[in-house]
């Protein structure tokens, strides 16, 4: 029998649920949709087991299966629908239909989005992004929108309606000679059609590395960026953009890229109490585009504080809600956890530790985050065995929404419609994308 990280770190105060969180965050759950106090949050019920086998849900709840890759043909003779869904985003298109811009993280020989003129970075790159239609859960169209591209694991939504796809690699034709360009970049996809043919522009700003996602404040304008990289870990990221809020395009524009430094904290593994507080400062980087240095190696001991791991970042209600997915000291980390989740103010420009994934409990391993309309976190995990879509609740009880019975593949891209009726996700490794509905009332 293989040994799994859970294994390994169950020796380490390992609580009995594996889960907690600060009971300071009451707006998380609250959520600007609902009037009054929050109702306290107690879940939907264990899962159901699924007589197909393929998603155990709470009782009330359905899913539908959207598209599966290899098996689901793209218009005009195209090929077969790519692999490897990744993050996702549901965009409101009206008479209740969503559009989602969908990631594909592909690389080397797998199967590729397409390489259709205007929207093709690199013609030796099998990844980018594909952009589905939806009603509800019936799919009306799936086309794709970014391609010539590598490891598109996440990104984030912009306040002006399109979709920052992010390349979690730092390839470069001297590192892989079949590519014909440098790799690393974050690449902004319009699903309503605003600019034309003229998407696969690297961001080159932004920086490139290891991408994972992104969050853009929609009063200020700024992102922020997380990077999952190791030897040494990967960094937290801020942009102030030279046309902040300019609409789609505008940050081909440039502006200054800057790293998280917290003063006496090496990386973000080291605090262990929930609701610990620190203050964050950003330090500019000397060289955004990584031209012979990789950027997370550009700077000195005690420069800036790294974060195992660096997953998933979504703005709701005013912060960056920002994830964690594990450290373990062996890999270097101050101290071993299964999860943690981190609240940014940009007010007070203050880090806040809103909850903890102890090891040796049921979950581990989030990776992407959202947050549903009525202001409610749901995690994608992507750790070891049985794979979860989690919801917390807001005294830090973890809850199941999905469990992934098909296979030990990751989940990937939650995103909930807008009207909060649908949530759209991903098993990542069965290339499958599903919709799920229910009483979300119930909690």
């Given at each position: 029998?293989?040994?799994?990280?859970?294994?390994?770190?169950?020796?380490?105060?390992?609580?009995?649920?594996?889960?907690?969180?600060?009971?300071?965050?009451?707006?998380?759950?609250?959520?600007?949709?609902?009037?009054?106090?929050?109702?306290?949050?107690?879940?939907?019920?264990?899962?159901?087991?699924?007589?197909?086998?393929?998603?155990?849900?709470?009782?009330g709840?359905?899913?539908?299966?959207?598209s599966r890759?290899?098996?689901?043909q793209?218009?005009?003779?195209?090929?077969?629908?790519?692999?490897?869904?990744?993050?996702?985003?549901?965009?409101?298109?009206?008479?209740?239909?969503?559009?989602l811009?969908?990631?594909?993280?592909?690389?080397?020989?797998?199967?590729?989005?397409?390489?259709?003129?205007?929207?093709?970075?690199?013609?030796?790159?099998?990844?980018?992004?594909?952009?589905?239609?939806?009603?509800?859960?019936?799919?009306?169209?799936?086309?794709?929108?970014?391609?010539?591209?590598?490891?598109?694991?996440?990104?984030?939504?912009?306040?002006?309606?399109?979709?920052?796809?992010?390349?979690?690699?730092?390839?470069?034709?001297?590192?892989?000679?079949?590519?014909?360009?440098?790799?690393?970049?974050?690449?902004?996809?319009?699903?309503?059609?605003r600019?034309?043919?003229?998407?696969?522009v690297?961001?080159?700003?932004?920086?490139?590395?290891?991408?994972?996602?992104?969050?853009?404040?929609?009063?200020?304008?700024?992102?922020?960026?997380?990077?999952?990289?190791?030897?040494?870990?990967?960094?937290?990221?801020?942009?102030?953009?030279?046309?902040?809020?300019?609409?789609?395009?505008?940050?081909?524009?440039?502006?200054?890229?800057?790293?998280?430094?917290?003063?006496?904290?090496?990386?973000?593994?080291?605090?262990?109490?929930?609701?610990?507080?620190?203050?964050?400062?950003?330090?500019?980087?000397?060289?955004?585009?990584?031209?012979?240095?990789?950027?997370?190696?550009?700077?000195?001991?005690?420069?800036?504080?790294?974060?195992?791991?660096?997953?998933?970042?979504?703005?709701?209600?005013?912060?960056?809600?920002?994830?964690?997915?594990?450290?373990?000291?062996?890999?270097?980390?101050?101290?071993?956890?299964?999860?943690?989740?981190?609240?940014?103010?940009?007010?007070?420009?203050?880090?806040?530790?809103?909850?903890?994934?102890?090891?040796?409990?049921?979950?581990?391993?989030?990776?992407?985050?959202?947050?549903s309309?009525?202001?409610?976190?749901?995690?994608?995990?992507?750790?070891?065995?049985?794979?979860?879509?989690?919801?917390?609740?807001?005294?830090?009880?973890?809850?199941?929404?999905?469990?992934?019975?098909?296979?030990?593949?990751?989940?990937?891209?939650?995103?909930?419609?807008?009207?909060?009726?649908?949530?759209?996700?991903?098993?990542?490794?069965?290339?499958?994308?599903?919709?799920?509905?229910?009483?979300?009332?119930?909690?």
């Amino acid at each position: 029998m293989a040994v799994n990280r859970r294994q390994v770190v169950m020796g380490t105060g390992a609580a009995g649920l594996g889960f907690t969180l600060s009971g300071a965050v009451s707006s998380v759950f609250s959520g600007t949709a609902n009037a009054g106090a929050p109702k306290k949050f107690k879940g939907y019920g264990e899962l159901v087991a699924d007589p197909r086998g393929l998603l155990d849900l709470p009782r009330g709840f359905r899913y539908t299966v959207l598209s599966r890759a290899g098996v689901d043909q793209l218009p005009d003779n195209q090929g077969p629908l790519p692999g490897a869904p990744d993050g996702t985003y549901a965009f409101a298109a009206g008479f209740g239909r969503s559009v989602l811009v969908r990631n594909h993280e592909l690389s080397g020989s797998a199967v590729p989005v397409p390489r259709l003129p205007g929207i093709t970075y690199d013609p030796a790159a099998p990844g980018g992004t594909t952009t589905v239609t939806v009603a509800g859960d019936r799919l009306l169209s799936t086309v794709p929108s970014l391609a010539g591209t590598i490891r598109n694991c996440a990104g984030g939504n912009t306040p002006w309606q399109t979709w920052l796809s992010c390349e979690e690699t730092e390839d470069t034709p001297a590192t892989v000679p079949a590519l014909t360009k440098r790799h690393g970049y974050v690449f902004e996809v319009d699903p309503f059609g605003r600019l034309r043919d003229r998407e696969a522009v690297p961001l080159t700003a932004l920086g490139r590395f290891a991408h994972e996602a992104v969050a853009v404040d929609p009063r200020t304008g700024v992102l922020y960026l997380t990077e999952d990289a190791s030897g040494p870990y990967g960094l937290i990221y801020r942009f102030l953009p030279r046309r902040p809020l300019g609409g789609p395009g505008s940050l081909r524009a440039g502006g200054k890229l800057q790293a998280l430094n917290i003063p006496g904290v090496p990386d973000l593994s080291a605090p262990s109490a929930l609701g610990t507080r620190l203050k964050a400062t950003w330090v500019d980087v000397p060289d955004p585009d990584a031209t012979t240095v990789s950027i997370r190696r550009q700077f000195d001991a005690g420069k800036v504080t790294r974060v195992p791991k660096g997953e998933g970042i979504f703005w709701s209600d005013g912060h960056a809600y920002i994830v964690s997915s594990y450290a373990e000291t062996s890999g270097g980390a101050a101290r071993n956890h299964a999860g943690q989740v981190w609240k940014f103010d940009p007010k007070h420009s203050t880090l806040t530790l809103i909850l903890i994934i102890e090891p040796g409990g049921r979950f581990d391993g989030p990776d992407n985050i959202t947050v549903s309309p009525n202001g409610g976190i749901v995690l994608c995990e992507d750790g070891d065995g049985e794979q979860y879509l989690v919801a917390a609740s807001e005294d830090g009880t973890p809850y199941p929404l999905a469990r992934n019975a098909g296979s030990g593949s990751e989940w990937a891209g939650a995103t909930f419609s807008r009207d909060g009726r649908w949530l759209y996700a991903n098993i990542q490794g069965d290339g499958i994308t599903v919709a799920i509905t229910g009483p979300w009332w119930r909690g």
